[in-house]
T-cell receptor, first 117, second 109 residues
Framework: DTAVSQTPKYLVTQMGNDKSIKCEQN?????MYWYKQDSKKFLKIMFS???????INETVPNRFSPKSPDKAHLNLHINSLELGDSAVYFC????????????????FGAGTRLSVL | GDSVTQMEGPVTLSEEAFLTINCTYT??????LFWYVQYPGEGLQLLLK?????DKGSNKGFEATYRKETTSFHLEKGSVQVSDSAVYFC????????FGTGTRLTIIP
């Protein structure tokens, strides 16, 4: 079973559209993340949620809105898509305090490649 | 601010060659250090980690030692294989990870 799964794997859309990317983890972790990887492979954190609460927001435009219905899911909704949003988006999860010695290790999904035309 | 500087790629080596990918960091305190690897079309996977000074992380023949005095965490492997071709990311942190820009490694037979 896939530990961190993202859907869709590929997303091609027009400028101005609204789209969502879903992420689910079956590891029982408390903390989840969204990262953006640009065309040069630079990886930058966007958001982090711990037990459904936002704990990191790295000055991402408010067109990006994460939503965590429960601690196993962290979805990313993007409004009014722009060309510069084209990237690969990675979801990740991490154990929280009290969940074991490996609490600093993050587990990544396979990524969603978003192309805005 | 916090940052990671790693060797710019791409790096191309012949099979069985010795590999070093340099990584230095600027951070407050003494964070955990990591190397992640991204194989083509996949997400990042943890390759190895070290949590305190002088710790050596190792996995799949790769090694890196946490050097507090030089704030470095260089990745090494004695004999690379074609299957090691991937992008390697140095990172550090605890709740929040800061990543380097990645080094693309290609191993040719």
């Amino acid at each position: 079973d896939t530990a961190v799964s993202q859907t869709p794997k590929y997303l091609v859309t027009q400028m101005g559209n609204d789209k969502s990317i879903k992420c689910e983890q079956n590891l029982g972790h408390d903390t989840m993340y969204w990262y953006k990887q640009d065309s040069k492979k630079f990886l930058k954190i966007m958001f982090s949620y711990n037990n459904k609460e936002l704990i990191i927001n790295e000055t991402v435009p408010n067109r990006f809105s994460p939503k965590s219905p429960d601690k196993a899911h962290l979805n990313l909704h993007i409004n009014s898509l722009e060309l510069g949003d084209s990237a690969v988006y990675f979801c990740a999860s991490r154990p929280g305090l009290g969940q074991g010695l490996a609490k600093n290790i993050q587990y990544f999904g396979a990524g969603t490649r978003l192309s805005v035309l | 601010g916090d940052s990671v500087t790693q060797m710019e790629g791409p790096v191309t080596l012949s099979e069985e060659a010795f590999l070093t990918i340099n990584c230095t960091y600027t951070a407050t305190g003494y964070p955990s250090l990591f190397w992640y690897v991204q194989y083509p079309g996949e997400g990042l996977q943890l390759l190895l980690k070290a949590t305190k000074a002088d710790d050596k992380g190792s996995n799949k023949g790769f090694e890196a030692t946490y050097r507090k005095e030089t704030t470095s965490f260089h990745l090494e492997k004695g004999s690379v294989q074609v299957s090691d071709s991937a992008v390697y990311f140095c990172s550090f942190g605890n709740e929040k990870l800061t990543f380097g820009t990645g080094t693309r490694l290609t191993i040719i037979p």
